[in-house]
């Protein structure tokens, strides 16, 4: 049997090397360093290509890989690979989101013993001939409270390291069960509790729409005086002029940042000015010991799969028969939209996800269908690509239980998709179908019937049914050149309640949702991406 050529096109440590070449299914080439035209000229003959962050998996590549079957790459960050691209030719993208998981919550202790007993500025003092001592008198960390701001992987081992060092550990996480944390030992808060009583903080946040400057100068303000931040999770979480703005004006007393939103970090950036602010080069995963881990687990993936089909870690593919993948692919399109857009109202730390489905989409598998809903979910709260396959394994780690249920159709739809989370804060229902085009729809929200595409941008406003609300909303968007695409009411005739759904052709400034949410008879201003 002939074998598969798998190429190796970064540096790879010696451990993952050996288990390509140990494969009795695999010939491996090594070559790193190569450029995108010459990938081009080459990669039709491979069947598995193995990369770091240094390969890019453009587009233009994968329309040259005629025999590529997966794409593994040896850390998390699967940025410099064109998924759709991939996915659309078949190839499965598989990544290891727990490899450097150790090596980067130790930085982030690092980063805090570091700044808690002014270590980088001791040092240079030292070496600089002096003798400094009160100048550098620190903080201990023992009996300090630590506010950890996303408790996935990460932040989890984070929690547990801090608590061996005698802290009180807080966290904040809209998609973790207050049970779970308990079991881990930590107070489930929300973000404005964790800023008014942590001594420290520790970001293990995604870089999301929600999540962007989530650390800002109104978020300083609300932070306990002196408080020392670190982020060690994604630049961009932390807005830099802000950080140095506070820290300039003697608000908080310091921070530790290995992650910047330019990479490498800019000479003009504002935090490398201040003595307060410790920057490393993006080191989180730097370790002898994560490095071989990485390669010797994508190397195992990549040769299972190749060898019998098996998926682990994939980012773009589920498990599911050709045949019938592309019958559940629009029902999976509405779950995930219905997902996307339940992640994007009001949170209510969900404990249970519960999704239902009717007619042919029950018929053929609720499993795939839900998982999809749930990943479409996670995915603006997760610190790592989220798949229909990883989603289930993330929900487990937070505390949300997933339940899959069939009922009978309703409504006159043949077939339809509804997805409930709940929570200690409330319950979120949507309800969607295909639409006569393939197109997903919402036909149902928090208990009123619509009729809505789920697609780009939809304002989601609860008011009160009275004249001139719907004016009042569309005026405002008028005024801003906000043009609106389509328009959906449901109304709850008993409570006077209802809920309109706008779609409009570009993002929303923040300013403009301010303005909405002051007019009268307006409960609520939701802005969500599908």
């Known amino acids: 049997m002939s074998k598969n050529k798998v190429l190796v096109s970064d540096k790879l440590s010696e451990s993952g090397l050996k288990v390509l070449q140990d494969a009795p299914n695999v010939e491996c080439d090594y070559r790193p360093g190569l450029s995108e035209d010459e990938l081009c000229n080459i990669i039709g ?10 390969t890019k998996v453009t587009a233009r590549v994968i329309e040259h890989a005629n025999s ?3 794409v593994g790459r040896a850390g998390i960050g699967v940025d410099n690979v064109d998924i759709p691209a991939a996915s659309r030719r078949g190839i ?10 150790v090596t980067t919550a130790e930085h982030a202790l690092s980063l805090l013993c570091s700044l808690a007993r002014n270590i980088p500025q001791a040092v240079a003092s030292t070496r600089g001939g002096k003798w400094e001592k ?3 008198q620190g903080r201990e960390l023992a009996n300090k409270t630590l506010g950890i701001i996303g408790l996935g992987n990460i932040g989890r081992i984070v929690a547990d390291r801090a608590q061996g060092l005698k802290m009180k550990v807080i966290a904040s996480d809209p998609v973790v069960a207050k049970e779970k944390a308990a079991q881990l030992g930590v107070e489930l808060v929300d973000l404005e509790t964790l800023f008014g009583r942590a001594d420290f903080i520790s970001v293990h946040t995604p ?3 929600e999540t962007k400057h989530l650390i800002n100068d109104g978020a300083f303000e609300r932070m306990k005086n002196d408080v020392l931040l670190v982020n060690a999770a994604r630049g961009g979480v932390v807005d830099e002029e802000a950080l140095a703005r506070a820290v300039e004006a003697g608000k908080i007393g310091g921070a530790a940042l290995d992650v910047y939103e330019k990479e490498p970090v800019q000479p003009e950036n504002p935090v490398l000015k201040s003595s307060r602010i410790l920057c490393t080069p993006h080191l989180g995963a730097s370790t002898k010991e994560a490095q071989e881990r990485v390669a010797v687990e994508i190397a195992q993936q990549a040769i299972q799969y190749l060898a019998d089909g098996t998926i682990t870690n994939a980012v773009n593919v589920p498990s599911l028969a050709a045949d019938l993948a592309e019958q559940l692919q629009p029902f999976q399109q509405v779950a995930s939209r219905l997902g ?3 992640s994007q109202l009001e949170s209510v730390e969900v404990r ?3 999704v239902t489905c009717t007619g042919t989409a029950a018929e053929l598998g609720v499993t795939p269908i839900a998982r999809a809903a749930l990943a479409g979910y996670l995915e603006r709260h997760v610190d790592q690509p989220i798949n229909p396959i990883s989603a289930p394994f993330e929900a487990e780690a937070r505390g949300i239980r997933l339940a899959e249920v069939k009922e009978s159709p309703i409504r006159g739809y043949v077939s339809s998709v509804r997805v409930t989370i709940t929570g200690d804060k409330g319950i979120h229902t949507a309800t969607g ?7 997903p729809r919402l036909v149902g929200l928090d208990g009123y019937e619509v009729e809505a595409v789920m697609e780009g941008t939809v304002l989601v406003v609860r008011n009160e049914d009275r004249p001139g609300v719907i004016g009042a909303v569309g005026s405002e968007l008028g005024k801003r050149g906000i043009n609106v695409s389509y328009m959906q009411v449901g109304l709850d005739e008993g409570s006077g309640q209802a809920v309109a759904l706008w779609n409009v052709d570009t993002e929303v400034p923040t300013d403009t949702l301010d303005v909405l949410r002051k007019l009268e008879n307006l409960s609520s201003v939701r802005c969500v991406v599908l």
């Open 433 to 439: 179908a295909v639409g006569q085009k393939g197109e």
């Open 45 to 54: 003959e491979y069947s598995g290509l193995i990369i770091r962050s240094a």
């Open 207 to 209: 870089l999301t729409p």
């Open 92 to 101: 499965v993208v598989m990544n290891t989101p727990t490899g450097n998981a």
């Open 134 to 136: 009160s100048k550098f």
């Open 352 to 354: 249970e996800f519960r």
């Open 68 to 70: 590529l079957k997966v």
């Open 340 to 342: 996307a857009l339940l």
